[in-house]
């Protein structure tokens, strides 16, 4: 139940062996010319100073592709092409339609694997910019998830700092009723911005504020009783964000840097102990090697200011610490913007050198870029600010409501509704996810809202479609699945050989944690399978081609549901 490359990769592997002396990859590649082509025996020619051809031939006189191919051919100076035979492609799509998991097995060894992402501000809006950590890192937990992993989401929310000072102050002012009715209807951005304006323009409240940090930091009940208050309506609107966007975050996922607060010290202390922190302009810091300032001189991780503070350095350590001895954490995740490569970087590397984080434990930082405007520029609200998240997911389920009115009428306004919040969130989610993770894009309705191109409204009407083929046909699908399939025409074999990619597609995504990949696999087979439905008649078609044509949709169907699951979008059965 494996791609047909990934077969004859496992196939060919202790035969290039056997020719090297050694490991050798027989580097197993699609090809224009046939279903697959086998390049290995010119770099193994090179390496053992023989012929590629002859060592083509050797492969190819093994035998052991007989199984799989119904015509193998030595080409140029040394290239195997291949094709496979229509009964195994037949059969492992066969293996596959009884599958549950449609051919994707569970990691060998599951991982305890902790994933860092969305991490918005107290008393702060939700915005455009935390749509990238959110939907990327949620897209990661499900299929970790699905690949066995144990996996615990960390929401690292920003609930600590001086700024709470002037918040609790301002909560204080407008009493806390009139403060969560405020916070209650989304308006974060407007308490916040007050509360500044006010620290702004008064002394008076300036020193409140201050006193009121101090009175945080030193523990007093009252002061702690009105933070939390704070956070906790703060947490009910960032929540009801998340359920809007359907991403799996909860508050048993939250792990504010508050948490983390008590633990510095410690910290400090360990690395003291260590022998690598030093004393640099007034400031405890460490200087990882490798790391210099624009000047090339050493740059400095800094621990605790020259004022006694601690700061997200330290913060980030003792995340580390623990993560790695209290959750066990064998991979750590970090779904955070690019700017912030090399803070992490050295975080990273501190935490190694202080034997926190050693192998088998490993940090990975996923890294994305930033959505743009048409401007190419920051994407901004009219008014010149960052756009509302909530906003911007209300905006996106309206415009998908007329577009499904216009596509199909016949829907009736509760269904309509319905359809209209499946592909209204899952278009913005698609539009981020299907953009290499690292590259900024340009946010833009028109296209991501298209049902024609590399869109989830284009994936999703594709399923609705196929699962209107069963409802014409009058099948049961599931008595379809030990249907015997055949594989005859070209674009029957186009889209079994799609299919049957389906786990090594998921693979390639998760070994660089880039969800383009499993888009631009979705894509293909939607591709695919409309090519094979306009070249093969399927409900017309007599038996036994109808039942095969058919298990082909159904096999199509489950693996764009299951797809676009794993990166978190629905797929409606009509549309």
């Given at each position: 139940?494996?791609?047909?490359?990934?077969?004859?990769?496992?196939l060919?592997?202790?035969?290039?062996?056997?020719l090297?002396g050694?490991?050798a990859?027989?580097?197993v590649r699609?090809?224009?010319?046939?279903?697959?082509?086998?390049?290995?025996?010119l770099?193994?020619?090179?390496?053992?100073?023989?012929?590629p051809r002859?060592?083509?031939?050797?492969?190819?006189?093994?035998?052991?592709?007989?199984?799989?191919c119904?015509?193998?051919e030595?080409?140029?100076p040394g290239?195997?092409?291949?094709?496979?035979?229509?009964?195994?492609?037949?059969?492992?799509?066969?293996?596959v339609?009884?599958?549950?998991?449609?051919?994707l097995?569970?990691?060998?060894?599951?991982?305890?694997?902790v994933?860092?992402y969305?991490?918005?501000?107290?008393?702060k809006?939700?915005?455009?910019?935390?749509?990238?950590?959110?939907?990327?890192g949620?897209?990661?937990?499900?299929?970790?998830?699905?690949?066995g992993?144990?996996?615990?989401?960390?929401?690292?929310?920003g609930?600590w700092?001086?700024?709470?000072?002037?918040l609790?102050?301002?909560l204080?002012?407008?009493?806390?009723?009139?403060?969560?009715?405020?916070?209650?209807?989304g308006?974060?951005?407007?308490?916040?911005?007050?509360?500044n304006e006010?620290?702004?323009?008064?002394?008076?409240?300036q020193?409140?504020?201050?006193?009121?940090v101090?009175?945080?930091?030193?523990?007093?009940?009252?002061?702690?009783?009105?933070?939390?208050?704070l956070?906790?309506?703060s947490?009910?609107?960032?929540n009801?964000?998340?359920?809007?966007?359907?991403?799996?975050?909860?508050?048993g996922?939250?792990?504010?840097?508050?948490r983390?607060?008590?633990?510095?010290?410690?910290?400090?202390?360990?690395?003291?102990?260590?022998?690598?922190m030093?004393?640099s302009?007034?400031?405890?810091?460490?200087?990882?090697?490798?790391?210099?300032?624009?000047?090339?001189?050493?740059?400095?991780?800094?621990?605790?200011?020259?004022?006694?503070?601690?700061?997200?350095a330290?913060?980030?350590?003792?995340?580390?610490?623990?993560?790695?001895?209290?959750?066990?954490a064998?991979?750590?995740?970090?779904?955070?913007?690019?700017p912030?490569?090399?803070?992490?970087?050295?975080?990273f590397?501190?935490?190694?050198?202080?034997?926190?984080?050693?192998?088998p434990?490993?940090?990975v930082?996923?890294?994305f870029?930033?959505?743009?405007?048409?401007?190419?520029?920051?994407?901004?609200?009219?008014?010149g600010?960052?756009?509302?998240?909530?906003?911007l997911?209300?905006e996106?389920v309206?415009?998908?409501?007329?577009?499904?009115a216009?596509?199909n009428p016949?829907?009736?306004?509760?269904?309509r509704?319905?359809v209209?919040?499946i592909v209204?969130?899952?278009?913005?989610?698609?539009?981020?996810?299907s953009?290499?993770r690292?590259k900024d894009?340009?946010?833009?309705?028109?296209?991501?809202?298209?049902?024609?191109?590399?869109?989830a409204?284009?994936?999703?009407y594709?399923?609705a479609?196929?699962?209107?083929?069963?409802?014409?046909?009058?099948?049961?699908?599931?008595?379809?699945?030990?249907?015997?399939?055949?594989?005859?025409?070209?674009?029957?074999?186009?889209?079994?050989?799609?299919?049957?990619?389906?786990?090594?597609?998921?693979?390639?995504?998760?070994?660089?944690?880039?969800?383009?990949k499993?888009?631009?696999?979705l894509?293909?087979?939607?591709?695919?399978?409309?090519?094979?439905?306009e070249?093969c008649?399927?409900?017309?078609?007599?038996?036994?081609?109808r039942s095969s044509?058919?298990?082909?949709?159904?096999?199509?169907?489950?693996?764009l549901?299951r797809?676009?699951?794993?990166?978190?979008?629905?797929?409606?059965?009509?549309?």
């Open positions: 139940m494996a791609d047909p490359l990934a077969t004859v990769t496992e060919l592997a202790p035969v290039f062996a056997g090297a050694d490991e990859d027989p580097v699609p090809s224009d010319r046939a279903d697959a082509q086998v390049n290995g025996a770099p193994l020619a090179k390496e053992l100073g023989t012929n002859e060592l083509a031939e050797q492969v190819v006189d093994s035998g052991v592709l007989q199984a799989v119904s015509e193998v030595i080409a140029g290239f195997v092409n291949l094709t496979f035979s229509s009964e195994f492609l037949a059969a492992e799509l066969g293996k339609a009884v599958d549950d998991r449609l051919g097995v569970e990691a060998g060894t599951a991982k305890t694997v994933v860092d969305s991490a918005p501000n107290v008393a809006e939700m915005h455009v910019g935390h749509l990238r950590s959110t939907v990327i949620d897209a990661l937990v499900r299929m970790l998830e699905f690949l992993h144990r996996v615990i989401r960390e929401n690292h929310i609930d700092g001086r700024p709470f000072g002037m609790i102050e301002h204080l002012d407008l009493g806390e009723d009139v403060a969560a009715e405020g916070i209650g209807q308006d974060l951005d407007g308490f916040y911005k007050q509360a006010k620290f702004r323009d008064s002394e008076e409240f020193q409140r504020a201050r006193e009121r101090v009175l945080l930091q030193s523990g007093d009940d009252d002061t702690l009783a009105l933070w939390q208050r956070v906790d309506m947490n009910a609107y960032f009801t964000v998340y359920r809007k966007l359907g991403v799996l975050l909860d508050d996922d939250l792990a504010a840097e508050s983390y607060q008590p633990m510095m010290p410690e910290t400090l202390a360990r690395l003291e102990a260590s022998g690598l030093e004393r302009d007034g400031a405890m810091v460490v200087f990882p090697p490798g790391f210099t300032n624009r000047d090339n001189d050493p740059l400095p991780l800094i621990i605790q200011a020259s004022t006694g503070g601690f700061n997200y330290t913060s980030d350590l003792t995340c580390v610490i623990d993560r790695v001895e209290r959750l066990g064998d991979l750590m995740l970090y779904v955070i913007g690019a912030q490569a090399q803070h992490l970087q050295m975080v590397k501190v935490a190694s050198m202080a034997g926190w984080l050693q192998p434990a490993e940090a930082h996923v890294a870029g930033n959505v743009l405007g048409d401007d190419r520029k920051m994407l901004r609200s009219r008014s600010e960052a756009v509302k998240l909530v906003d997911l209300d996106a309206d415009r998908a409501a007329a577009a499904i216009e596509k016949d829907l009736d306004g509760e269904a509704a319905e209209a919040r209204g969130i899952g278009a913005v989610k698609y539009a981020d996810l953009t290499d690292i894009y340009v946010f833009d309705w028109n296209r991501m809202l298209s049902f024609d191109g590399n869109t409204p284009y994936l999703q594709a399923h479609r196929i699962c209107s083929i069963f409802r014409r046909a009058e099948v049961d699908r599931t008595d379809l699945r030990r249907a015997e399939i055949v594989v005859g025409e070209p674009q029957e074999r186009q889209l079994a050989q799609r299919l049957l990619a389906f786990p090594t597609a998921l693979d390639d995504t998760m070994a660089t944690y880039s969800p383009h499993l888009c631009t696999y894509f293909d087979l939607a591709q695919d399978f409309t090519s094979f439905y070249h008649p399927v409900v017309k078609a007599a038996e036994p081609v044509r058919l298990e082909l949709c159904d096999l199509t169907a489950r693996t549901d797809g676009l699951g794993l990166l978190g979008i629905d797929a409606p059965q009509a549309m």
